[in-house]
């Protein structure tokens, strides 16, 4: 397998990429590029080669190597890379128009918010799609929230994610993601612990708990809430938390709870939306009943911009100067999202996915049996989580970490672990389009690369102590 070659992430931006495929060509291998301009802030040297093109669930580079993608780009790739169904889409409407101002872009919006109600579960009954982002998205559910109930606060999970704006930063957890970000700390977001029953915050065993991480959420409104809670929100499956699927009942009593507090109960589909599941969404999956339903991410089918927001009819309070932005529901993420909905909604399409995602989760149980820093394996649908564990079965987000590399660099499989790398659940949630064949060869190179890290973890432990050996004189 060819060795990645090192390509200066600035370069590709200074001028076309067709340039850089033909440069990169030329160039040798390994060798970094003269900086010739200042790196975009926030960018690291990437160890991957240029990414030139897409196909499937593959990345091709400029050097000529090819990369296995298991997370589907951002999560945002229910078709891959390049899905011939929406590319056609977005090219037809690119070349006839890419945009027009929300107002005429009504019916185009109103057309794909047809579709989506179609598949919705049935107390939905209105939408609002103007939103390019997840992050947006959400903001726009807590605000129908907020103006329909004419209070404020909301409660989130622990480790829940609902994006990086100011908002959605603050709604989401744990701590050391709002560090630095004070306003971010102010009042008005309530975090409940999560439904991990690997890791139980209360210290409970399921079933015997009855599920008291739902049932304390009213007590902490009541004693630690201000009086003005107008929603929770929750990811059906808590994606960036570490894949943690929630327990049987817990949704219906997180509904019983938001009965009770008189407060509306919002799924975050971002991640889980559009068949990750193996059911178009999640609230369907779970039976969740929720009152506002957030998409965005695999919308777009192949990574197209778009975010919808789904709610109950008696929650459609804002007017088009409350929440619009320029890209929102633009007309090339609409022709996507259309498109996209024509693949997804084929007959058999969610039966298959779910068919494959239960593949997936027989060979990861079985790369758990054979591998022990292979710990529980957890996941619905297309959307896995594989918690990487030390000799002692503890968490152990280092090695996590190391995979990731060994992955990328040694196996050529894209990975990436929970919480921003912080976390010790890899993420396996590839394209919906994976076949059987894909997923074989996306477990066979994350074994051989959590094997990989623990050989290098032990030749390390004996460099140590061979050195200490040496300096004792022994
Ligand atoms: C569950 C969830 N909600 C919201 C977001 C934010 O979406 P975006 O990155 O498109 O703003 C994400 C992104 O990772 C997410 O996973």
Same mark, same amino acid.
């Given at each position: 397998?060819?060795?990645?070659?090192?390509?200066?992430?600035?370069?590709?931006?200074?001028?076309?990429?067709?340039? *850089?495929?033909?440069?990169?060509?030329?160039?040798?291998?390994?060798?970094?590029?003269?900086?010739?301009?200042?790196?975009?802030?926030?960018?690291?040297?990437?160890? @991957?080669?240029?990414?030139?093109?897409?196909?499937?669930?593959?990345?091709?580079?400029?050097?000529?190597?090819?990369?296995? *993608?298991?997370?589907?780009?951002?999560?945002?790739?229910?078709?891959?890379?390049?899905?011939?169904?929406?590319?056609?889409?977005?090219?037809?409407?690119?070349?006839?128009?890419?945009? &027009?101002?929300?107002?005429?872009?009504?019916?185009?919006?109103?057309?794909?918010?047809?579709?989506?109600?179609?598949?919705?579960?049935?107390?939905?009954?209105?939408?609002?799609?103007?939103?390019?982002?997840?992050?947006?998205?959400?903001?726009?559910?807590?605000?129908?929230?907020?103006?329909?109930?004419?209070?404020? =606060?909301?409660?989130?999970?622990?480790?829940?994610?609902?994006?990086?704006?100011?908002?959605?930063?603050?709604?989401?957890?744990?701590?050391?993601?709002?560090?630095?970000?004070?306003?971010?700390?102010?009042?008005? @977001?309530?975090?409940?612990?999560?439904?991990?029953?690997?890791?139980?915050?209360?210290?409970?065993?399921?079933?015997?708990?009855?599920?008291?991480?739902?049932?304390?959420?009213?007590? @902490?409104?009541?004693?630690?809430?201000?009086?003005?809670?107008?929603?929770?929100?929750?990811?059906?499956?808590?994606?960036?938390?570490?894949?943690?699927?929630?327990?049987?009942?817990?949704?219906?009593?997180?509904?019983?709870?938001?009965? =009770?507090?008189?407060?509306?109960?919002?799924?975050?589909?971002?991640?889980?939306?559009?068949?990750?599941?193996?059911?178009?969404?999640?609230?369907?999956?779970?039976?969740?009943?929720?009152?506002?339903?957030?998409?965005?991410?695999?919308?777009?089918?192949?990574?197209?911009?778009?975010?919808?927001?789904?709610?109950?009819?008696?929650?459609?309070?804002?007017?088009?100067?409350?929440?619009?932005?320029?890209?929102?529901?633009?007309?090339?993420?609409?022709?996507?999202?259309?498109?996209?909905?024509?693949?997804?909604?084929?007959?058999?399409?969610?039966?298959?996915?779910?068919?494959?995602?239960?593949?997936?989760?027989?060979?990861?149980?079985?790369?758990?049996?054979?591998?022990?820093?292979?710990?529980?394996?957890?996941?619905?649908?297309?959307?896995?989580?594989?918690?990487?564990?030390?000799?002692?079965?503890?968490? *152990?987000?280092?090695?996590?970490?190391?995979? &990731?590399? @060994?992955?990328?660099?040694?196996?050529?499989?894209?990975?990436?672990?929970?919480?921003?790398?912080?976390?010790?659940?890899?993420?396996?949630?590839?394209?919906?389009?994976?076949?059987?064949?894909?997923?074989?060869?996306?477990?066979?190179?994350?074994?051989?690369?959590?094997?990989?890290?623990?050989?290098?973890?032990?030749?390390?432990?004996?460099?140590?102590?061979?050195?200490?050996?040496?300096?004792?004189?022994?």
């Amino acid at each position: 397998m060819a060795e990645p070659a090192m390509i200066h992430p600035a370069v590709a931006l200074s001028r076309p990429v067709e340039a *850089d495929v033909a440069a990169g060509r030329r160039r040798q291998h390994g060798r970094r590029l003269p900086d010739s301009r200042a790196p975009l802030s926030g960018d690291t040297m990437p160890a @991957i080669p240029l990414v030139t093109r897409g196909n499937g669930l593959r990345l091709h580079c400029a050097d000529g190597s090819e990369y296995l *993608d298991a997370v589907s780009g951002t999560f945002n790739l229910p078709l891959g890379y390049n899905h011939p169904h929406v590319v056609a889409a977005v090219q037809q409407q690119a070349s006839l128009m890419s945009h &027009v101002s929300s107002d005429l872009a009504r019916p185009y919006a109103q057309s794909l918010l047809d579709r989506l109600l179609a598949l919705a579960p049935p107390q939905m009954g209105a939408g609002w799609i103007r939103d390019a982002t997840g992050s947006t998205a959400v903001e726009c559910a807590v605000k129908i929230a907020q103006k329909a109930t004419g209070k404020s =606060d909301v409660i989130t999970l622990f480790h829940g994610h609902h994006g990086q704006t100011a908002l959605t930063t603050s709604m989401s957890g744990p701590a050391w993601r709002r560090e630095g970000f004070p306003l971010q700390n102010s009042g008005g @977001i309530l975090r409940v612990p999560e439904p991990n029953c690997a890791s139980c915050f209360y210290g409970q065993t399921y079933p015997s708990c009855e599920l008291l991480c739902a049932r304390r959420i009213s007590d @902490i409104a009541a004693q630690a809430g201000r009086g003005s809670t107008a929603c929770l929100i929750v990811e059906p499956v808590l994606g960036n938390g570490g894949n943690i699927v929630p327990p049987k009942g817990y949704f219906r009593a997180l509904r019983r709870v938001c009965d =009770d507090l008189g407060i509306l109960l919002i799924a975050d589909e971002v991640q889980t939306g559009v068949g990750r599941t193996g059911y178009f969404l999640a609230s369907e999956r779970f039976d969740i009943r929720p009152d506002i339903i957030v998409l965005a991410k695999g919308l777009g089918g192949v990574g197209v911009p778009i975010g919808a927001v789904l709610m109950r009819s008696e929650l459609d309070v804002l007017q088009t100067s409350d929440h619009s932005f320029t890209g929102g529901g633009n007309l090339l993420g609409l022709a996507a999202a259309q498109a996209t909905l024509d693949v997804v909604g084929a007959r058999d399409f969610l039966a298959g996915v779910r068919l494959r995602g239960a593949y997936l989760g027989g060979l990861l149980s079985s790369l758990s049996q054979r591998q022990p820093r292979v710990g529980q394996v957890r996941g619905v649908g297309m959307m896995w989580g594989v918690e990487i564990v030390d000799a002692a079965g503890r968490p *152990d987000p280092e090695t996590a970490r190391a995979v &990731v590399g @060994i992955a990328r660099d040694r196996h050529h499989l894209i990975t990436r672990s929970s919480e921003y790398g912080r976390g010790h659940i890899l993420k396996v949630r590839p394209a919906l389009i994976a076949t059987e064949s894909d997923l074989e060869e996306i477990v066979d190179r994350l074994g051989a690369s959590v094997c990989d890290a623990s050989v290098r973890e032990v030749e390390s432990v004996r460099d140590v102590e061979g050195t200490q050996h040496a300096s004792a004189g022994l």
